[in-house]
């Protein structure tokens, strides 16, 4: 894994199974040459894992003795330093992006409206609007605004029951059964048809639309923060021009060291000369159903031959072997 904290380049390297982790290294980059932060092997004798830490981490031996004892086999140096009370070092820096600064991975199913509305309620400035905004109009959509509305609504028993078995606190059921009443809050968007312009709330929205907006929110933070991302089949319910746009729009503004890791089955990328052959990642089954995780980069394709193409006609990697789309329907 190659991530960056505080303008320096790290790289993190696993080798695992589900019962130990075998090795694991960290360097980091304060010169154009690495520098080893920690490396980890695995001792089958002892059984145990043998950790030697860099004179650049400045660490005390009292300190790695302690973090070495915590590091069992199936537990990350990493993960054994968080348990640690140990003194600051350059750990501390990547244990926090780690814990704080990656987030769940964005599934196609989420529409992302709870996220929005989350987002847009603490948006006390108006910045978080004014960038979605400008950010749906460029991407030529007629939403001229979008509001949050709360309307309270009187908890009936049958209302009491649905609370009663929600997946909340306790001491937040007690609170809003002795209220009385819930808050439900609503998305209405201002569209613009010709010179008239119409209100139209989140339920009578695109998946689309939805997906999009949420997409808009995450996008400012990625540019305002250094932040990483997974996001999968990030093609879900929207157009290639808006998806291109979206990526397009990242890679232009990204002053911050923000990173994404994009999953998709749209091969139109492949055709695009923004996105850099050595970011592209094919996923290849082979024949006991195994996945190999196989570089661009690394086939050896000739720089003025299209990505595209050479995918089309199966020359980076094995495609589908698909029977004839001929069926006896009696048979």
């Not at 199974?17 to 040459?33: A, H, P």
Request: aromatic content about 10%; proline content about 2%.
């Amino acid at each position: 894994m190659s991530f960056y904290v505080n303008q320096l380049k790290y790289i993190l390297s696993f080798e695992l199974d589900k019962k130990r982790i075998y090795s694991e290294t960290l360097t980091v980059y304060e010169s154009i040459r690495p520098t080893k932060l920690y490396s980890r092997s695995y001792d089958p004798y002892t059984d145990s894992s043998v950790i030697e830490f860099g004179t650049n981490l400045k660490m005390a031996k009292k300190n790695q003795d302690t973090i070495a004892g915590n590091t069992i086999n199936n537990c990350s140096v990493l993960a054994a330093f968080g348990n640690c009370n140990v003194g600051k070092t350059k750990l501390n820096d990547v244990y926090d992006y780690f814990a704080k600064q990656v987030k769940d991975v964005l599934a196609p199913g989420m529409l992302l409206s709870g996220y929005v509305k989350r987002h847009l309620d603490k948006d006390k400035d108006g910045n978080l609007k004014k960038f979605i905004l400008n950010f749906l109009k460029d991407s030529d959509f007629n939403i001229e605004d979008v509001t949050l509305h709360e309307e309270e609504e009187l908890i009936t028993p049958e209302l009491e029951q649905l609370i009663q078995k929600a997946p909340i606190a306790d001491d937040a059921k007690s609170e809003m059964l002795k209220k009385g009443k819930i808050t439900n809050t609503e998305l209405t968007f201002t569209h613009r048809t010709g010179n008239s312009l119409y209100e139209l709330s989140e339920e009578y929205e695109s998946n689309g639309t939805m997906r999009f907006l949420g997409m808009a929110i995450i996008l400012n933070f990625l540019l305002k923060n250094n932040q990483f991302v997974p996001i999968d089949e990030v093609e879900t319910s929207i157009h290639y021009e808006l998806l291109s746009y979206f990526i397009k729009v990242f890679l232009a503004n990204s002053n911050q060291t923000s990173q994404m890791l994009l999953t998709t089955h749209d091969i139109n990328l492949l055709n695009e000369e923004f996105i850099r052959r050595d970011t592209i990642w094919f996923t290849d089954k082979d024949e006991q159903g195994e996945t190999n995780v196989v570089r661009l980069s690394a086939l050896g394709l000739h720089k003025n031959l299209s990505p595209y193409n050479a995918y089309k006609q199966g020359k980076l990697v094995k495609l589908p072997f698909l029977g004839s789309q001929y069926f006896d329907l009696n048979d």
